[in-house]
């Protein structure tokens, strides 16, 4: 299996080339050389800047903030909830949709004065088809929120994603 990975990768190395692309490639130790050499910490979106013979000796990174996409999926396909022990205790829904969002979609919350969970809150919506949904926001899980009160930022396609941290060393 790795021995395919490898003459695959070899191969579009080559038909990229056969295209004009610029293509370069680069080791683990040439990229660790260049990261060093620059003072700059061990991170995966910096190991890809500093990949190869052609990384600049000064890299302006001052108004980089990397995006981190993770991976969350579109649910579940099971058929039936099991209890502890592995049997059937329930039946799924054959509906994903409930007021037209679907549990992963970003929503913000405006809930008004007086009820429970008065506020405005913004984050990942667990869907219901009571129409009582939670949202996890940055602080915490918020429960029993009406769906009237939300309003859709992304609807989910089975990532999650957030701005990652400023480099703070001055470069």
């Known amino acids: 299996m790795?021995?395919?990975s490898i003459v695959l990768r070899w191969r579009l190395f080559e038909q990229l080339k056969q295209l004009g692309l610029p293509v370069e490639t680069g080791?683990?130790?040439?990229t660790k050389y260049n990261r060093t050499t620059r003072g700059l910490p061990k991170t995966h979106w910096l190991d890809a800047a500093c990949v190869g013979a052609s990384t600049p000796a000064a890299l302006s990174l001052k108004a980089c903030m990397p995006l981190q996409i993770v991976a969350r999926g579109h649910g579940n396909r099971q058929i039936c909830g099991?209890?502890?022990?592995?049997f059937p205790i329930r039946h799924r829904k054959r509906q994903?949709?409930?007021?037209?969002?679907?549990?992963g979609?970003?929503?913000?919350?405006v809930v008004p004065a007086g009820l429970k969970t008065a506020g405005t809150h913004q984050g990942r919506v667990l869907a219901r088809a009571t129409g009582s949904f939670d949202i996890v926001t940055a602080q915490g899980r918020v429960a029993g929120v009406n769906a009237r009160y939300c309003h859709p930022l992304h609807r989910n396609d089975g990532y999650s994603y957030q701005q990652g941290t400023r480099l703070?060393?001055?470069c």
């Open 2 to 4: 790795r021995q395919q």
């Open 27 to 30: 080791s683990g130790g040439r």
């Open 82 to 86: 099991v209890n502890k022990y592995g």
């Open 96 to 103: 994903k949709v409930h007021y037209g969002y679907q549990t």
């Open 105 to 109: 979609d970003l929503v913000r919350a």
């Open 168 to 170: 703070s060393s001055p």
